[in-house]
């Protein structure tokens, strides 16, 4: 009798021996998880941070391209043609001086408020896209157009600028390389999300011939995808090119 409970005794020694072992095993695989789950936040926040500090940055540089080229190729030019009709001024030529003048003040005024670094930080996506639009007209670099639909939806700052970037990629090599007379982008606000899409009627590419890399696409859609974002490129030879980006709110 003694020996049986001794036996008893034994085996439920080992099984509960058996269910700590399990417990703690399953604690520290529980542990070791939550502890990888921490880590992989973490990174994905700093990378997320990373990611919006760059993005300014290049946002604050193309910014200097464009306005160095807008001193030059527009206010430099109302400045010279103001200059040379002083030089043969005359009663009745004065007021079309004065109006150069003013133009170009008025330019200045708005090239002085978009590099405020604080206009760059907290300026609105379709804000920003209506500058961007009206630049492009006004120096006549292409003809392009901004159609915005629905009731307009509060966009994170951040997301908001990295969106404004990717965009602007867009525009620099349709303006650089797609030979391209028009540029279109349409703006949706929907219930849940916000559909951007931007097209040209350039000279396109094949995309199975080009690959993904050589557009810069993996790069977009790496950022796309940082903001809840999904980002699309549609290209056919002769045809243009066209970037969807749709993003969940």
């Known amino acids: 009798m003694e020996q049986q409970e001794g036996k008893i005794l034994l085996i439920t020694t080992v ?5 700590i072992v399990f417990l703690i095993f399953l604690f520290t695989i529980f542990q070791q998880r939550k502890n990888k789950l921490l880590l992989e936040r973490a990174e994905n926040k700093k990378r997320y941070e990373r990611e919006i ?13 464009n306005i160095s080229w807008e001193l030059h190729d527009n206010i430099g030019q109302l400045l010279t043609l103001a200059k040379i009709q002083l030089q043969h001024a005359s009663p009745e030529s004065m007021g079309e001086i004065s109006g150069i003048i003013a133009k170009s003040l008025t330019e200045v005024r708005a090239l002085s408020k978009i590099i405020n670094p604080d206009f760059i930080n907290s300026v609105k996506l379709k804000k920003a896209l ?16 901004l159609e915005v639909t629905g009731i307009e939806q509060e966009i994170n700052q951040k997301h908001g600028i990295i969106i404004f970037r ?23 606000y929907k219930d849940d999300s ?10 396109g590419f094949d995309m199975l011939r080009v690959g993904l890399k050589g557009i810069g696409l993996q790069n977009i859609k790496a950022r796309a995808k940082l903001i809840n974002a999904e980002a699309k490129f549609k290209s056919e030879p002769q045809k243009g090119t066209s970037l969807i980006i749709n993003y969940y709110i």
């Open 15 to 19: 099984v509960l021996l058996v269910i």
């Open 53 to 65: 500090a760059e993005t300014q940055i290049e946002i604050r540089e193309e910014t200097l391209r």
């Open 130 to 145: 209506e500058l961007e639009i009206a630049r492009f007209n006004r120096l006549n670099y292409i003809e392009a157009s």
């Open 166 to 188: 990717i965009l602007q990629e867009f525009f620099s090599n349709t303006i650089k390389h797609s030979k391209a007379s028009k540029l279109e982008v349409f703006l949706n």
């Open 194 to 203: 916000v559909e951007i899409k931007a097209q040209d009627n350039g000279v």
